[in-house]
């Protein structure tokens, strides 16, 4: 559905990405894991066709993303990672105007259906500056699908949510899959990434340094790891293939001891030394 081959992107003395490449298949969910600065929204912004690459290519469905964005556009819904909703309108006004510039056929019945997918139909007529940051979240992906799109572009979707209203969120984003519907998402939050993503690509500095599903890229470490820290107050971290290993380990040490799951995180941790923040 989706194939980017060596794509590369400069501003000034910054590459924000250096010869990207990677695959998503039609109705699976994709995620670009990485900390701000990664280059992620750099890649959405060139696969919606507001950016143009320095080098290589984008296709989406056959369609080249710089030659044909035309018929891109026609594919896709996009909910931007900022809020670019009309405060001044109710969530219907938003919708209604924003399917008549893209001539939604039976506009009325598509509204409806979108606005009930983000439970928001009952809000339909109270203007957007009463609403929640949650609920104009979920009325972006709402407008974001008031096309039918085949590809679903989500950049940081949850930014700024507190945990509980991030995993409403997130059952909303599951819905979207039921019609066959492509689904790529940039995220820092690896909780996210590891809740929805079929494949994972982390990117760091422009580059992409791993590739593989959620499950595949935590057992290059391991199933668990145990931290305690040290006599010289160092936080040392041990990986372990399972529980009984993990459980061994503890055994040999003589202070307080954590066993947790690895997570995505210690993978990007494993691979640059740092943190995702």
Known sequence: MIEVTGLTKQYGAIKALDNLSFRVEQGSVFGLLGPN?????????????????DGGRAFIAGFDV??????VKRLM???????????????????????????VPDRETRIRWCLDLVDL?????????????????RLLIARALLT?????????????????????????????RIEGRTVVITTHYIEEAEALCDHVGILNKGVLIALDTPDNLKATLGEY???????????????CKD???????????????????????????????????
């Open 37 to 53: 600065g990664a280059g992620k929204t750099t890649t959405i912004k060139i696969l919606t066709t507001l950016s143009k690459p």
């Open 148 to 176: 039918e799109p085949s590809v679903l572009f989500l950049d940081e979707p949850s930014i700024g949510l507190d945990p509980q209203i991030r995993r409403q969120l997130w059952d909303i984003i599951r819905k979207t």
């Open 225 to 239: 790891i145990v931290e305690f820290v040290n006599d010289e107050g160092k936080l040392i971290q041990q990986m």
């Open 121 to 137: 139909w009952a809000r339909r007529n109270e203007l957007l500056m009463r609403f929640s940051g949650g609920m104009q979240r």
């Open 77 to 103: 819904g996009v909910m931007p990672q900022e809020n670019n909703l009309d405060r001044e309108l109710t969530a219907y006004e938003n919708l209604l105007i924003y399917s008549m510039l893209y001539d």
């Open 66 to 71: 710089v030659e044909d964005p035309v018929s």
């Open 243 to 277: 529980r009984e290993e993990a459980n061994n380990l503890v055994l040999c040490q003589d202070c307080e001891v954590r066993i947790r799951r690895s997570n995505l995180e210690d993978v990007f941790v494993r691979l640059t030394g740092e943190r995702i923040e």
